[in-house]
């Protein structure tokens, strides 16, 4: 696990962690490395420099350290519905982090009854693997990234 949670002073618990979604939801692994593969579309995916997605090669190069990752933690100021379908729960929350400024993250849940752990003043930890997508450069030169939520935990009562 990446996500410390000895590391937090409070009591935390993991409500997401992609192995286990990509465990229950195997087809997302095979299209997202077909899209990869597929070379008639050479601006849309990931790269796979650290492997394809889902495979042992990109965990291990989220191990190692090779991929980069981006770790956000603080507390919610606010949770909402966003989205264009239906309204439905929950699933972003604006999040303040510990230098102050406010980010708005998606919730993500393997159970979707955890839902419920996200309020107000619940602290979050998040970390994302910043995979590269082929479309570069990104719009203000530098490298063009997918966030893709790896683990996440909250604050329980």
Do not use: C
């Not at 409070?10 to 286990?20: A, T």
Request: aromatic share 8%.
């Amino acid at each position: 696990m990446l996500l410390r949670l000895n590391e937090t002073g409070v009591p935390m618990k993991f409500v997401f962690r992609l192995e286990d979604e990509l465990r229950a939801n195997p087809n997302r692994v095979a299209l997202t490395q077909a899209l990869t593969l597929n070379v008639s579309k050479p601006n849309v995916g990931l790269k796979g420099r650290h492997g394809l997605f889902g495979s042992p090669e990109w965990w291990a190069s989220i191990q190692a350290g090779k991929m980069p990752l981006l770790f956000i933690k603080g507390v919610v100021q606010r949770t909402y519905f966003s989205g264009q379908n239906e309204r439905g729960a929950n699933n972003t929350l604006d999040l303040k982090l510990d230098d102050g400024s406010v980010r708005a993250v998606g919730i993500y849940v393997n159970n979707s009854e955890d839902v419920k752990f996200f309020h107000v003043g619940s602290r979050v930890s998040i970390v994302y693997a910043l995979d590269e997508l082929k479309l570069q450069p990104a719009n203000d030169g530098g490298v063009s990234y997918s966030k893709i939520a790896l683990e996440m935990a909250v604050s329980i009562d």
